[in-house]
């Protein structure tokens, strides 16, 4: 058995947890409550109290802690180089890292000194520790990432990244290439690799460094090759690097690394318009991860219109096999009368899937999960306070409501408080707006803020609100409890308001709303709710239920488990409806005809509470 941690690191961490205090909103707006059963309008806005949110290091800020200048491009390349490991000592350090997790308390000790001294070089391996399920090894990586981080690397590395695409120094691409496997992030790796398609072209002819990557032993390596010698030509430039053409397309369709192999073909079939390579991709489908799939399916849907007959991507490899199959067949039909190059094809989904995980034993923390197309965790935001949805920003920045903060919180990935603003009482639901602005959903009010984080109006109500969501047409939705079913004549529990939150006066009665939730928008009238058929008390029904606003007629419903709790619905670009289970733990993706083709639970004790495919 392992010995416990020291009793003051446990101390700390209980201290941590349970006794963090909710921070005040930085130069926000302030909505005061609402009474219980009082509809008025809302008062104008008061400030509250300005919170001490670190601003985000400038890069010139970021390099200057680390003694680096951003114009002096060999000392930023030979930065990342003192941070590039070999793959042996990589490999050295991982075998430490592992011993993170012994159960001899003694070789824990002895393996979080030996790390150390590995110094700086350490910091992307012990970053990916850091995210580790095991708490023990996480907690390990913390204390190591203590002594060895003594500037932020992360925010130095990410500023000499972008310096150096900036500077085009001698031997750039290699440096970065060298350094892509060992990135403190996932932020750090994507600076990477846009810096990468920036220096592919070196005096009109491919980067060797790029061209000799293209045989690396690292497919991560491999995977950044072909992309960069792919992508970043002019859009009607078809063959970014013609030099190049030839070896990159030998060595894509040789890749046997399926991921590789995949980002491969997505950009040569996005970029060069070639057949070829949708086959090719078609071909891959029974061995993708499901994340991949989805992007595939999105691109097949947009050349077909509709799956062909088996072609739906259903969860047994049997099925997927059929789906290739089917799509094999459909293209060699009709793959010739697709025009490739006119088509404007905008991708609908990216593969990534944001989970939101709950602790419920009542300390009512939570973190929040980003699954990417490999369906490998991209980044984990934890501690966050009874969140009750999430969006990704433009910008790539995480935005939370934390309901028991009475805040909404921006976030970058690695978890970093970038911006909070209070919205009594208890948020629920967030909005992007189309004009930089934001909707907030809370239980006794709804309100729209501007760009800056201003109130634009607020639409209060009693304390009855469970969920909402701003429509295709400008209009906001919400739904309250309500009871629906026996002994209750019932009466509308929908609501909705115009652009400028006055009431629009189209009431509806759909079933009853007993979660908190988030909604789903199909299509420019129709909406996704998670509610309860209670017609039955001794046997109630979870269900989601699609309803026409127009009509207030249901159209399409999926029977959940009993007791499951459903919390969250999303109809998806394939028909499909994502479903999160909280009291089963699950996300689910149910086909038309309600058959699971994939699902996802939380670990750790935890449980899923929200689930958003983007």
Sequence with gaps: ?????????????????????????????????????????????????????????TDDEALKKANLSPTDGPQ????????????????????????????DFDAREAATEEVERYGSAAIGPLKKAEQDRDPE??????????????????????????AVA????????????????????????????????ALAVRDGRAEPALVAALDDKSPVRRTAAYVALTEGGPAAERVRI????????????????????????????????EGEYVAALIDLIPKLPRGRIWQLEDLLLTLAGTHPKDGRFLKSPASL?????????????KGDRVDLVKLDYKPRVTGHTDVIEMDYSGFGQGRVVSLGPDLKEKWRIVGVNN?????????????????????????????????????????????FLPDGGMLVVCRNNVIQWDKDGKQVWAHARPYDIMAGCRLPTGE??????????????????????????ADAKKNLTIGWIMQIQALGVVGEDKVLVCERDNKNPAAPEDRVAEYDLKTGKQTWKYECPRESAPTSCQRLFNGNTLISLMNHNKVIEVDPSGEIVWEYQAKDGLKVGRAFRR
Aim: glycine letters at 6%.
């Design 1 to 57: 058995m392992r010995r416990p941690v020291p009793l003051s690191a446990l101390v700390l961490l209980l201290g941590a947890v349970c006794f963090t205090p909710a921070a005040p909103a930085a130069d926000v707006i302030q909505v005061a409550p609402v009474a219980r059963a009082q509809r008025q309008p809302v008062r104008p806005p008061v400030r509250g109290p300005v919170a001490p949110v670190a601003p985000a290091l």
């Design 76 to 103: 930023l390349l030979e930065y990342l180089r003192h941070r590039t490991l070999s793959d042996a000592d990589h490999g050295r350090i991982s075998e430490i890292i592992a011993r993170f997790g012994t159960d």
């Design 137 to 162: 090894v996480a907690y390990r990586a913390r204390l190591a990432l203590r002594k060895v981080e003594t500037v932020p690397h992360s925010a130095v590395t990410a500023a000499a990244v972008r």
């Design 166 to 197: 900036k500077l085009k120094p001698a031997g750039a691409a290699a440096a970065l290439i060298g350094f892509l496997p060992l990135a403190d992030s996932e932020a750090v790796a994507d600076a990477i690799r846009t810096a990468l398609v």
């Design 242 to 273: 013609k030099d190049s053409y030839a070896k990159l397309r030998e060595a894509v369709l040789k890749e046997v690394d399926t991921e590789a192999r995949f980002a491969g073909l997505w950009a040569l079939a996005l970029v060069t318009r």
């Design 321 to 333: 096999e059929k789906a290739r199959v089917a799509w094999l067949g459909w293209w060699k039909e």
């Design 387 to 431: 969140p009750t949805d999430v969006k990704v920003a433009p910008n790539g920045n995480v935005w939370v409501a934390e309901s028991q903060n009475n805040q909404v919180v921006e976030r970058d990935t690695a978890g970093r408080v970038l911006t909070r603003r209070n919205a009594l009482q208890q948020p629920l639901n967030i909005d």
């Design 476 to 501: 906001t939705l919400y739904v309250t409890n309500l009871y629906q079913g026996p002994g209750n004549p019932g009466g509308p529990n929908a609501f909705r308001l115009d652009a400028k939150g």
